[in-house]
């Protein structure tokens, strides 16, 4: 069994390679919840979206989130009322959102929701969220606090970064079977997302983390930061602005307790002696996925690391 | 100042009609709340929406009801998750449901939002709910006891009915501005709408009936039964399965406390001296409202019969 820990995009890119490499129902994943928004009065939870469109291929390929073709007329009208337009609702992605709104809202959980929906479009690998409580992610900036969403999609990440909080977290559970999950785990997969506000949250939800340090599976990370840059999103700026080294020895040090093995960028060979010093196995090769050939044959190498 | 009481398609036309007839700011509409329903845990006011949307020029005019040239991308997902296929939501529409359900939830009053979505939209006429609590109309059938909507829309109509009932609106209030509108009106129509389930409701609001028999202004209703059929729904099969006589006395006399004029159509001209025996005055015309031209017209006639 394989479990990876994934946030939107870039993890999902991983997971797409991962459901190539190994039959999925082997997979299970603990998706970031921390970046989700309550909007319009629905609860949006765009990793969890993010991971399933891509895995049955509902998604947008232009964006890496939404839904492929959709359309905005509902959004449109919305902004004639007044309501937010910095939040990119479709139409079809709209029904994700006010399905699982109304089910919540009638006592189901966000587990048996998420699978619900997952199940209805087609994703045959286990998605769990990393807990059923609302923890959403604000970031302090020299704008003020914004929700993280605030600062990703209307800010578009430009304000300076003080500080990242996980609201709620220190109070919140892991979601049924996500501590059983790391327990049985032969392998546990650390996608290549962003360390702050994608595995960050999940790391943060009390019992994941000392989980993850109990584990007899290798824990095996991925990089998010190719020559000081992050491949999508704004990792890199994250590091800066938190005033870590912008390198990807930074990620792989803030996982140092509770991995085993970091897969490297080729690019960033000159780093593998400091990692290696964490007392972490590393592993180089190109980590760029470009294609879906690049995520299979990444997965494969993640898989072999055993 | 004219004050009408309307439902939903029925009684839109007839205040199409006014509002070409006479400034539109010197009309106020109450409209008839009880059909409202709570659906994926959206607040929906089909009436309060067909009148906005006519008014405004948006309603499909192949329907009557929903929005011109809407799209139902989002129901078609909704439905694949599980959701209810019968209630026909399209994407432009639900952006008035989600905008209303989430004013609602900060705690705007219905009359507030009501009126800010018909202000978006561009209605000049004031339009206020008859009540702002939620007192859904439900039917009991030979199968069973059915939400209004399910039993107009799901079923068609087709059961037996055997009884109407507005849920809590014993306990209800009429809207604020309600009343006083009522003391304030020179003319106070009662649109060809339902008589059960579209003035029905508004006239079982507490307060609102009596209001009505203290009125100094004339009140005149027109019918929506000629030749004992209704002109669009169900209005005459309800006469039926209640047991009342069908004919438009028949509506008629369910007003007959309150009303001075009733417009009675030319077809019906039989009927005239039943309805002068209920002590009210009668108008023959053609109530037949199928161009803007006769909705004007129409219009005219009941604003001359003061």
Redesign the interface.
């Known amino acids: 069994m394989i479990l990876a820990l994934a946030g939107g995009i870039g993890g999902a890119k991983l997971l797409l390679g991962l459901a190539r490499a190994i039959p999925v129902d082997e997979i299970t994943i603990i998706g970031n919840t921390g970046d989700d928004i309550e909007l ?3 609860r949006i939870c765009p990793d969890l979206d993010t991971i399933t469109y891509t895995l049955t291929g509902k998604v947008n390929p232009e964006t890496g989130w939404g839904v492929l073709a ?2 905005f ?6 902004v ?4 937010p337009s910095w939040f990119k609702l479709g ?2 992605d ?3 959102h ?2 699982r ?2 089910l919540l ?1 009638q006592g189901t959980s966000l587990t048996e929701v998420t699978q ?2 997952a199940g ?2 087609g994703l045959r690998c286990r998605l769990l969220p990393m807990t059923e409580s609302y923890t959403p992610t604000f970031v302090s900036t020299n704008q003020g606090v914004l929700h993280l969403q605030e600062y990703l999609v209307r800010e578009q990440a430009r304000p300076r970064l003080y500080e990242i909080r996980h609201q709620n977290v220190e109070q919140c559970s892991p979601a049924p079977g996500v501590i059983e999950a790391i327990e049985q785990a032969e392998t546990i997969v650390i996608c290549p997302s962003n360390p702050f506000i994608s595995i960050g949250p999940i790391l943060s939800v009390p019992g994941i983390r000392s989980a993850l340090l109990r584990s007899q599976g290798l824990v095996v990370a991925v990089t998010p930061i190719i020559k000081g840059r992050a491949v999508k999103g704004p990792a890199a700026k994250m590091l800066q602005d938190l005033g870590f080294p912008l390198t990807a020895t930074s990620v792989a040090r803030l996982y140092s307790d509770f991995i085993d093995v970091f897969v490297l960028d080729e690019q960033d060979a000159n780093l593998r002696a400091e990692i290696e010093a964490l007392g972490i196995r590393v592993l180089l090769t190109n980590t760029l996925m470009n294609t879906l050939a690049d995520k299979e044959r990444l997965a494969h190498l993640v898989l072999q690391a055993i």
């Open positions: 319009l009065g629905l959709d359309t007329s509902c959004l449109d009208c919305l004639k009322f007044g309501g139409d079809q709209l029904a994700t006010l399905w709104t109304s809202r619900q929906i209805s479009l």
